[in-house]
């Protein structure tokens, strides 16, 4: 039974994203740029957004949304004071309020950022990911291997030299990371191949796969790890950030491959029971299977993100992917707008 008692208000909307700290590094500062896009969109759409920065002061949040009564809340939380284990406290709020929100529920959100766990359950749905030790295991299978966060997102503590094909420096690199950003780490096979981003978005009768974007790593010097690392995304002054780029242009040739990344997005989708939009990371090494990296279930809406550039590939705007976010969870617009196109992204902010 939800706790709010009475009606409430119908244009009104709540929207939570993890507070950020001032001196937050650039992939926790993005969200910011994420609120406001969402906030313009929704206004079009003749709703009245109402920003909530949320922190680990649960009951607060509780008793801002409990008196906003909003319509409904358009959910952004990525993470809560700075840890992507957390993002499945906002989802957990809302459904205890009673209150419908866009994107995952609490066990998507919980399921999803945990990747170990997400790969056991792709595994054991027969969804194809690189093999990986649990935390706080050594693998036992042959390199080469990529070193990555248990928990967090946006590439965070990756770069070149998590990737080796000596098993004999794991724990040395598993260590300095723990030491430098906590949390619990893991170790992956790397795929050494083609990368691909898979941005889904709810549609009428089922869920789109948007234009398929590949990253394509341009004049990366012999040696040096194909990988989205940090840098790629976040440091403007890296060779990363510019020789990393996406390009959605495929060869007929290539339809084949074309549908068994989309067969393996949209049972990735059904497998964690998604919703509005989410966006799949997949691998294609050359043995030509499709590898799930990881699935991102709200994925990062600004307009130089990844997902923007796939809607404007797909020609949709600002509203109407919002409009179809908020199908998904039985919502109208207000009122049809004027577009307002999602900006193609450039070769920032690749990943997230």
Known sequence: ISPLRGRRSASKVAIPYGAVASDAAPDEQDVLVEVETVRAGLSSLGYAPVIVPITLDLEAARQRLMHLRPAFVFNLVESVEGQGRLIHMSPALLESLGLPFTGGGA??????????????LLAASGIATPAWAEPGH????????????????????????????????LPGLIRKRQR?????????????????????LAGSEEVELLPPAEMCFVDYPPGKPRIVNYAAKWDEASFEYHATQRRFDFAPSEGELLERLRATA?????????????RVDCRVGASGQVQVLEININPCLSPDAGFAAATAQAGLDLPAVVRRILGDIGLPAMRRSEPTRLAPAGASALGR
């Open 138 to 169: 050594l693998p036992d299978f042959p390199g080469p291997y990529i070193v990555k966060s248990a928990w967090e997102h946006a590439s965070i503590g990756i770069d070149d030299g998590s990737v080796t094909s000596d098993p004999g420096r």
């Open 266 to 278: 949209k049972a990735c989708w059904r497998l964690f029971d998604l919703r509005g939009y989410a």
């Open 180 to 200: 430098r950003y906590g949390g619990e780490w893991f170790v992956e096979a790397f795929v050494d191949g083609r990368e691909f981003n898979l941005s889904l």
């Open 107 to 120: 066990d998507a959100a919980y399921v999803t950022s945990n990747k170990p766990l997400a790969k056991r």
